[in-house]
């Protein structure tokens, strides 16, 4: 792992070079851009050449030995969502990035972080994230009709990076199961009539499937819902950069606080979900029975992305409903409100419905 040499944990602001102002990245320019003269300085957007870190080797290491990699971060969990944000030492007071709730500093714990190995810079700006929600949320149908009416006020945007997983992996999978193979049986009711039956016969069968997998995306964070985390998953990672403090100037940072030791068996339940898909054509037939697998892990590689998403919320009925825009392709992810009278009348649609096919066709 790369030694971090400063705490991503907070709004980072570097200083313009021309005029000595506060300089943000902008998403829209690709550059860090002086809020005051409005000059620019362009950035090094050069895809990586990835490196990836040796899961057994940084696996077997102690805690204490890890810890030592990284720097001190004082962290703290917000008491209305659950949210950790993380906090640098001198500051005296602060609101959860996640639902605005004034966070308890006197309960902060203090906790060792590793420095990101690469980064995707935002490319959607704040200013399109008011119209693209709306947008998302104009398509839903039980959406509450007052809700469709008018603009539903969200909280301010935040643009955060968080912290993601990703992992590779050579495997080798050994099974046994049966193919089924169907074929057509004719024979005669009671009355006299020709019925088709189709009857399936099984045959065992064995085999080796190998399979590489390349950066499954594992969450780092439960600041947000798993169902939103879970979601964000289409990604660019052939334009992530070597992170560098300049693309965090103007935005928040979340720490990881899901070891990568963790995570892993998260990425392998991805990797088995595709592996029994894998198998199943491996055997063929008309349907397929898995009775065992045995899967074999090697070359398990890891690294530690910054993935950037503006987050926000708004209320309705006094429920929060949580939303994300992902800063790359402008997906929004999230929840919102549902009208119970919609679904009843879906529903009720649905079984008019086949109650007339039944009578038509009998």
Not at 201 to 214: A, E, I, P, Q, T
Not at 231 to 253: K, S
Not at 316 to 323: E, S, T
């Amino acid at each position: 792992m790369n030694e971090i040499k400063q705490p991503v944990t907070d709004v980072l602001q570097t200083k313009c070079r021309t005029c000595g102002g506060m300089a943000e990245f902008s998403p829209k320019d690709q550059t860090l851009k002086c809020l005051y003269c409005g000059s620019s300085t362009e950035l090094d957007l050069t895809p990586a050449k990835v490196k990836e870190n040796d899961f057994e080797y940084w696996a077997a290491r102690s805690d204490e030995d890890l810890a030592s990699e990284g720097i001190e971060a004082t962290e703290v969990r917000c008491k209305q969502c659950g949210a950790v944000t993380t906090l640098p030492p001198e500051r005296a007071s602060s609101n959860c990035a996640f639902c605005g709730t004034p966070l308890i500093l006197n309960e902060a714990v203090i906790n060792r972080f590793w420095q990101p190995n690469y980064i995707l810079p935002f490319k959607v700006d704040k200013r399109e994230c008011d119209g693209i929600f709306q947008k998302w949320l104009g398509k839903k149908w039980f959406l509450p009709s007052q809700l469709k009416k008018g603009n539903v006020q969200t909280e301010r945007f935040k643009g955060i990076y968080m912290p993601f997983w990703t992992y590779d992996a050579d495997t080798s999978t050994n099974y046994r199961g049966e193919r089924g193979i169907n074929r057509t049986v004719t024979s005669r009711n009671a009355k006299g009539e020709e019925v088709k039956r189709t009857v399936t016969d099984w045959y065992n069968v064995s085999g080796r499937v190998n399979l590489h997998f390349d950066d499954i995306v594992v969450p780092a964070s439960d600041s947000l819902p798993p169902k939103i985390m879970n979601r964000l998953t289409n990604w660019d990672q052939m334009n992530c950069v070597p992170y560098r403090q300049e693309f965090l100037a103007g935005f928040m940072t979340n720490i990881y606080n899901i070891d990568f030791r963790d995570g892993v068996h998260v990425a392998k339940e991805k990797m088995e979900q595709v592996i029994e898909d894998n198998i199943k054509s491996d055997i063929g037939g008309d349907k397929q029975r898995i009775r065992s697998k045995d899967v074999f892990y090697q070359n398990l590689m890891f690294k530690l992305l910054l993935l950037p998403i503006w987050v926000s919320a708004f209320r309705y009925n006094g429920k929060l409903y949580q939303f994300v825009v992902n800063g790359r392709t402008g997906q929004v992810t999230g929840e919102y409100p549902k009208d119970t009278m919609k679904i009843i009348m879906l529903v009720a649609a649905i079984i008019t419905l086949i109650a007339a096919l039944m009578l038509i066709f009998g």
